[in-house]
């Protein structure tokens, strides 16, 4: 079977450029969030009043407030107004919903910058051989804490919640300025912080996507959404010749070679499994039966983000409606 299998084997460029659209589609979506974060930075120190030079407040760090992404989308859905304090937030809090059901966890797998740096560990990780697959039944139990966290955040925020307590959050002094707290995170750091994110980093040079795997909340979210995606990479299994290429780069960890389907809520979509198959066609992308071709889903994850980028643009739901001088009385209040 093997030896019949490998003559129909593909040396085209195409599975290359493939894993290396991925590459530079994250590096790119990283370096424009860590540009962000600097504008974001100098616009904190003019509000707070350690500048006087004016930069602008990059929309864009809203990405980081999911919670608030989700309570917004709770408001809007009782209510049909749009979030005006972090709307940001909620365009791309949505966004990120939108494609996983269309394009699996297409955010995860294409966009997000945290996903982006445990890739770029785990690479590493596979080059030092460090990276060990965890027992199933260790694996199970480690899997269940993202979710344990996304069914606390869901109780909180979608039953104990009323629209009551959502308008008062919405107001709060806390949620005007949880951009500036997320930026004091990352500059401003606790002992107990640097030593979690030093944990994380340390482990996951030996378990593969250690955050993204086993606690992000966001992501057990996009993933159980994903499950509903019509899109899905099957296998040829009269075509696969066991070489297992699929599995040892798998992000999700994913036992590929197993199954003719891949429906798994841990599937990013990112095709990394496509990319390195060595047989023509064994690995597919598909939607609702019928074969894509692979470019499309990467190109349809960049046309619906940045689809519902311009509405927000051109709709007013960017752009905060919190007046500048608010923001500086806040800011000015947590920098003392």
Known sequence: M?????????????????????????????????????????FYAWASGASRFFVPRPPAVEAFLPISGLIGLKQLLLTGV??????????????????ALFFRKGFCGWICPVGFISNLIEKIGLQLKTIKRIPVFFDILLMSLK?????????????EMDLQAIEEFSRSPY?????????LFFIKPSTVTLWCLSFLVFVSFF?????????CPYGALLGLIALFSPVRVKRDREKCIGCQQCEK??????????????????????????????????LKVSAAGRQLPALLLPLGILALFFSLWAWAQLSGHWQSEVPLEVLQAYYRKIRM
Not at 18 to 37: D, E, I, N, P, T
Not at 265 to 270: M, T
């Open 2 to 42: 093997a030896s019949q299998e490998i003559d129909e084997v593909d040396n085209s460029p195409r599975r290359g450029e493939l894993k290396h659209l991925r590459f530079v589609m994250q590096a790119a979506f990283s370096l424009f969030c860590l540009y962000s974060g600097y504008c974001f930075y100098l």
């Open 82 to 99: 749009y979030d005006e304090i972090h709307p940001a937030g909620l365009t791309i809090f949505i966004s990120a919903l939108l494609l």
């Open 147 to 159: 979710y344990f966290l996304l069914a606390f955040f869901a109780f909180v925020v979608l039953l």
């Open 175 to 183: 949620n005007l300025v949880v951009d500036a707290r997320m930026l």
């Open 207 to 215: 378990s593969r996507n250690f955050w993204c795997r086993y606690l």
């Open 249 to 282: 780069v798998c992000p999700g960890s994913i036992r590929v070679a197993a199954k003719d389907s891949i429906n798994s809520p841990e599937c990013l979509g990112c095709l990394e499994c496509v990319a390195v198959c060595p047989v023509d066609d064994c």
